[in-house]
């Protein structure tokens, strides 16, 4: 029961709701636009990872998606290794291109260098390894390279947040050298805060490449996933009673027959300060 | 009474709320038959001191907190409903991206414009949630932890703000 709350990885994500396909527009507008660092960002449950994950097949050129989340650190080293680590299909695909073209120098070596080395490579020299991708791309006219790192279970709390914060400012600091690449981050609203406050340049630019999720889902959204579902007005009423919603919540209600307490709805009205 | 005056007739100074010794005593008498005496009271349970200046004296009212509060019921209220000033806090507070701000620093916001201790505020900024429980809508983090139902959240937001932030 519970995978039915995580989204699938692969092609085909199909977003529900028309707030979520407008999020979703205006993110595939940022990356035309040559937006190089974007930053989604929204609470718990709002779709981040499944809007993410939507853009495979959705954009040109390469999608590569890092899940931050099983890795144990959050440095630059960490976030480039697991990002390689986890496309290696596509790696594998762009030094295949890579021989046939011909290439010389560097270029050559990256297309002989063994998987294991590539990654090792990531881990050691994180963003000389980014940019020999970013080149290959480049010269293969493949682009651009898409990262989406999954970072939304990092909190302000965590000690790593400040590595993590980091490593998002040494993409900012080369997205010169990284011209045909965009980095786009899921980020919890507690990261965002922190960042405002401990990194201002980083904060700026971030700024100029947000896109913040809705909370809750709006009438429009309900009506379509109530359909989808094949549910009627009469559960439709019910789910609007239960008070606004987040899109997690309400996929859980349709896969869990309307249990609102396995879906975390909390209807309790006690609040308190501690 | 007594300090209801001092706070009318006084200056602010180091010790507490200083006022002219004849000025006080003579508004004073106004109200009391007799304002030396209650002068003298105050002095003996350390509410207050006569001091010496230049050639005449002073009443210095040095019970702080008391005269807080007689300056808290001098000063009009503000004539602004709860919601809206929960509201203002918010969006002054909110980070510019998320629209989210932190708790704790709303609670030092109403603390600060209405001028009430830290628990007043507390209850004031709870009170507003609960009469408007879908105007609000909550995160983790932030420095104080707000317990709705059984999560804790320390963030909060205004339904509809910063949504369409980046564009």
Known sequence: MQRTLVPKRGVGIRLLGPSWRAARDKLLDMVREDYQLITIIGRAGTGKTTLLLSLEGAVNGLFMYADMTEVRDRDLSAIVSTAFADNIDVIKDIQEKLKKSGIKGLLKAFAKAGLDEVVESARLKPMETLALLNNAVEYLGIGPLIIGIDEGLLSQDDPRAVDFINAIHAFRNNMQVLSSTKIIITLLPDVVNLISKIDTPLFDVLKLGALTLPDYVTKEDLKEVVQEYGLGPSEAGKIEALGPLTMRQLICLMNTKMDAIKCGIDTAGEITIE | ?167
């Open chain 2, 1 to 167: 009474m007594a300090y209801i005056i001092g706070a009318v007739l006084g200056k602010e100074d180091v010790g507490g709320v200083r006022v002219a010794y004849s000025t006080y005593t003579t508004t004073l008498g106004k109200w009391v038959r007799d304002p030396d005496s209650v002068v003298q009271y105050l002095v003996n349970i350390g509410k207050a001191e006569i001091l010496k200046s230049g050639s005449g004296r002073s009443v210095l009212l040095t019970d702080k907190e008391l005269m807080s509060r007689v300056n808290r019921l001098l000063t009009p209220k503000e004539d602004a409903d709860p919601l809206t000033i929960v509201l203002d806090g918010i969006r002054k507070l909110a980070n510019p991206l998320s629209g989210y701000a932190d708790v704790g620093e709303v609670i030092k916001y109403i603390e600060d414009r209405l001028e009430i201790p830290t628990k007043e505020a507390e209850e004031f900024l709870i009170k507003v949630i609960k009469f408007h429980r879908a105007r609000f809508v909550f995160a983790h983090g932030g420095s104080r932890r707000l317990k709705i139902g059984s999560t804790y959240y320390g963030l909060i937001k205004v339904v509809g703000d910063a949504e369409d932030a980046g564009s």
